[in-house]
């Protein structure tokens, strides 16, 4: 009896440890690092992020996960390497039937030799002496325990490993993990990255042991606005969670999800790892904008920047705006109310001068946001005029705003002289409203807007780039700019037109009108003004 209590007493610590590090991943991840990773380990805040929200999917609480981060901020290693490895370590429990040694896990990459390298480290892991220490009893490998494309364990569960396109995608898992779904240089293929996608959409959604329970984990970093990520949130799917995690914090695409949690930066810029990928070890990356923004900022653009890049933009340097000879509001609203998807966007420009006395345009502001019909009139009509109204209709409209997509900025209000309306189905109704509520009062006029005359969409940002070229256009450092200038930069692989369709509408009317001449049809117009 007392060798049996010194050994208890003797193995107790091991239990305490190995009780808290089951109800933590997070723990688990860092008191395993060692055993698959000769590098110190980093905390940081980012990774707490993944396990919290990993750990919700083991109880069953996320039922799609959705993560987006840079790479080489170990998403492999806590996802694919640690995860499994951790879930595989719990008691097993009718009530979690995603948790225990009995789970079935699908791990899925663009490439074969990602998804058995991964697989292998995990299995060393769970074969070390730290964890069947701790473990041993309950995670047990059997049959052929060098195998990389699938090892199972002694209760029944099983770690399938594949690629996309793979042999073994007639098994099912309880819960299919996706690292890396595209392969970097084959994604601006149309062909083979809708293939990725069909596959999805055809097989891998299908692979299921128990369809109420099972759950599915895609961690990826962008590479193409219609990459996998893309077409999921473009399904609009209420159950999948997306966890998005910038290189560089952008206040206007700030994430929260739906465990309460939110992203703790405050300062724009503010780096997601600087310990391990600081300013210095990221600055190559972002000379490479099609790089930067798809991979590394979570906000791809096509490759060469657009048609209109994000640096031909002239940034204005001061913190108040110019003196305007004319404001001019434009508006772009979603096709039909049904339309859920779309969005409706405004974007407010001043025209000024230069100290040669050259035409610019400047944005002064910009909002996007999905709204209705007479919730959108109330909401324009407030933000383009400075009148006073009644507080309830001011507290109805600051609600409204902060409905709109990726609002950041206070309600700020900018009284424009004109407002151009697209001449389109919800465009008219909100038009004739606008003058009704506003127009007759004096606050500015209402124009209906043809913007076809112009040509396609595409055409029509290829029609503003001589004004870019000429650097007319100005945009001030706020983030609703950076958003914009996104936006545009994306043109003309995007599915997100609301915000470039109200800038050329904007630009394009104040070349058509002559308030925005480019310099050799500024010297034109003086040429004949002499002659005459």
């Known amino acids: 009896e007392l060798r049996q209590l010194a050994y208890a007493k003797m193995r107790l610590p091991w239990v305490e440890e190995r009780e808290r590090l089951e109800k933590s991943l997070i723990a688990f991840f860092e008191a395993a690092w060692p055993n698959f990773d000769p590098a110190p380990y980093s905390p940081n805040w980012h990774l707490d992020a993944i396990a919290e929200h990993l750990q919700a999917v083991s109880r069953g609480e996320i039922k799609r996960l959705l993560v987006n981060m840079p790479p080489r901020h170990a ?40 998804s058995m390298d991964t697989a292998t480290t995990s299995r060393r892991l769970i074969q070390c002496k730290w964890y069947q220490d701790r473990w041993g009893t309950r995670v047990k ?5 060098e195998a990389k494309v699938k090892y199972d364990t002694t209760a029944g569960g099983t770690r399938i490993s594949s690629s996309f396109g793979g042999s073994v995608l007639g098994r099912g898992g309880d819960i299919r993990i996706i690292d890396d779904p595209h392969k970097i240089d084959e994604v601006e293929s149309d062909l083979v990255r809708e293939q990725v996608i069909r596959e999805y959409d055809e097989t891998i959604k299908s692979r299921v042991t128990d369809p109420k329970s099972t759950a599915e984990v895609i961690i990826m970093h962008r590479v193409h606005e219609e990459d996998l990520t893309g077409h999921i949130l473009a ?19 700030k994430c929260t999800t739906a ?11 503010e780096l997601l790892w600087p310990q391990k990928w600081g300013a210095n070890e990221l600055k190559p990356f972002k000379k490479l904008q099609y790089l930067w923004s798809g991979q590394y900022q979570q906000a791809p653009t096509p490759r060469g920047g657009g048609i209109i890049k994000y640096d031909a933009w002239q940034l204005w340097p001061g913190e108040s705006y110019p003196q305007c000879e004319l404001v001019l509001g434009s508006l772009d609203t979603a096709s039909t109310e049904k339309e859920q998807n779309d969005a409706s966007a405004l974007t407010i420009w001043g025209i000024f001068r230069d100290g040669q006395g050259s035409p610019k345009a400047i944005l002064l502001y910009a909002w996007e946001g999905r709204l209705e019909i007479n919730d959108l009139t109330i909401l324009v009509g407030l933000l383009c005029s400075v009148e006073k109204r009644p507080d309830a209709e001011y507290q109805r409209a600051l609600a409204l705003y902060n409905r709109g997509d990726d609002q950041v900025d ?11 309306v697209e001449n389109k189905n919800n465009g008219i109704s909100v038009a004739h409203e606008l003058m009704r509520l506003f127009g007759h009062s004096g606050n500015f006029a209402v124009e209906l807007i043809d913007p076809k005359i112009f040509g396609d969409k595409v055409a029509r940002i290829i029609a503003c780039e001589p004004m870019f070229a000429d650097e007319m256009v100005y945009a001030p450092d706020r983030a609703f700019a950076e958003r914009v200038i996104n936006n545009v930069a994306a043109v003309p692989k995007t599915s997100k037109w609301d ?15 002559g308030l925005l001449l480019r310099k050799d049809e500024q010297a034109r117009v003086t040429h004949d003004e002499l002659l005459f």
Do not use: C, I
Not at 77 to 98: M, T, Y
Not at 241 to 251: G, S, T
Not at 499 to 513: F, G, I
């Open 75 to 114: 998403k492999t290693l806590l996802a694919g390497v640690a995860w499994p490895a951790w879930l595989w370590a719990q008691k097993r429990d009718p009530a979690f039937p995603l948790m225990g040694p009995q789970v079935k896990l699908m791990y899925l990459s663009y490439g074969s030799t990602l």
């Open 141 to 145: 490998l059997q049959g052929d325990q």
């Open 235 to 253: 399904d609009g799917d209420d159950k999948v969670v997306h966890l998005m995690l910038p290189a560089e914090y952008e206040p206007n695409r």
């Open 259 to 269: 465990l309460g949690w939110e992203d703790p930066r405050t300062e724009e810029g």
């Open 410 to 420: 206070a309600l700020y209000r900018v009284p424009v002289d004109r407002l151009l």
């Open 499 to 513: 915000t470039p369709d109200s800038v050329s509408q904007a630009l394009l009317y104040m070349r058509k009108t």
